[in-house]
T-cell receptor, first 110, second 113 residues
Framework: EDQVTQSPEALRLQEGESSSLNCSYTVSGLRGLFWYRQDPGKGPEFLFTLYSAGEEKEKERLKATLTKKESFLHITAPKPEDSATYLCAVRAGGTDKLIFGTGTRLQVFP | DGGITQSPKYLFRKEGQNVTLSCEQNLNHDAMYWYRQDPGQGLRLIYYSQIVNDFQKGDIAEGYSVSREKKESFPLTVTSAQKNPTAFYLC????????????FGSGTQLSVL
């Protein structure tokens, strides 16, 4: 069965304290791994797509990496406005739908 | 601006009542999806449609129904058979048959009176 597991469930950081979020997956024929940011009461906002092991993508303070078993979302020198829930999703072979993990709730304090 | 519009933002359902959530997109996407989000759980797929007049059940379709009469619209009906409907409902769309990202609407919070 295709599955996505994110850890930790929640993460509290001091402003400027870098850290990483993990997304491990088991899927038959990975077609893509997606990272989204979700603010409370809003829809997920797209961040990155990764397609193959070794691939990396960056956007401001965020960097996403991918291996054959997991993906990391690295947050460098976070700011309070980075506080949100970060969702990971995978697309398996033969389907358009995305399978989501439960998310990591990040809080960054000044 | 292109995007996905969900309405209403908040919805209340009485016992035994059917309610319909609206989802409209102007991105010219063929594929549309409905997800349900509960606290502490990942997004779970209710129904999806890859083309007009066709749709498939997702992982938790029981108690829900959909229609896809127009490319732009994919309404979701929460029927009285859905015994635990309180959740945040998200509509999304994408280019069918591609490996592109899903675009999401802003969601509808459904609560039971």
């Amino acid at each position: 069965e295709d599955q996505v597991t994110q850890s930790p469930e929640a993460l509290r950081l001091q402003e400027g304290e870098s850290s990483s979020l993990n997304c491990s997956y088991t899927v038959s024929g990975l077609r893509g791994l997606f990272w989204y940011r979700q603010d409370p009461g809003k829809g997920p906002e797209f961040l990155f797509t990764l397609y193959s092991a070794g691939e990396e993508k960056e956007k401001e303070r965020l960097k996403a990496t991918l291996t054959k078993k997991e993906s990391f979302l690295h947050i460098t020198a976070p700011k309070p406005e980075d506080s949100a829930t970060y969702l990971c999703a995978v697309r398996a072979g033969g389907t358009d739908k995305l399978i989501f993990g439960t998310g990591t709730r990040l809080q960054v304090f000044p | 601006d292109g995007g996905i519009t969900q309405s209403p933002k908040y919805l209340f359902r009485k016992e035994g009542q059917n309610v319909t959530l609206s989802c409209e997109q102007n991105l010219n996407h063929d594929a549309m999806y409905w997800y349900r989000q509960d606290p502490g759980q990942g997004l779970r797929l209710i129904y999806y449609s890859q083309i007009v007049n066709d749709f498939q059940k997702g992982d938790i379709a029981e108690g829900y129904s959909v229609s896809r009469e127009k490319k732009e619209s994919f309404p979701l009906t929460v029927t009285s058979a859905q015994k635990n409907p309180t959740a945040f409902y998200l509509c999304a769309s994408s280019i069918a048959g591609s490996n592109e990202k899903l675009f999401f609407g802003s969601g509808t919070q459904l609560s039971v009176l």
